[in-house]
Nanobody, 124 residues
């Protein structure tokens, strides 16, 4: 399984970005997917997760109401729409895939495959 994340960049506070993550090598719809992020000097933290069919989503409290996770199983692609960005959202964002489970995980160890990360920088 390979995950390729893209869409990061530099944005002003209050702006928006949409991240994408393409899974290749296996059937995308069989994986629970998640987004994590890691800011300099901090642990990697859960941002959002989505079930295999897309019917269930989970968010960290810090992004609830501002970020939206979605997936298109016909395109093998995961998305993260990020609105109302602030400086605290600055981090490297990683997509991750969880195999053999139905439930969405919120912990790093629950995910089996990781993308390379895409940098998001929010200027204040």
């Amino acid at each position: 399984v390979q995950l390729q994340a893209s869409g990061g960049g530099l944005v002003q506070a209050g702006g928006s970005l949409r991240l994408s993550c393409i899974l290749s090598g296996r059937t995308f719809s069989m994986y629970v997917m998640g987004w994590f992020r890691q800011a300099p000097g901090k642990e990697r933290e859960f941002v959002a997760g989505i079930s295999r069919g897309g019917g269930s989503t989970y968010y960290a409290d810090s992004v609830q109401g501002r970020f939206t996770i979605s997936r298109d199983n016909t395109k093998d692609t995961l998305y993260l729409q990020m609105n109302s960005l602030n400086a605290e959202d600055t981090a490297v964002y990683y997509c991750a895939a969880r195999r053999d489970y139905v439930s969405v995980g919120t912990r790093k160890y629950e995910y089996d495959y990781w993308g390379q990360g895409t940098q998001v920088t929010v200027s204040s």
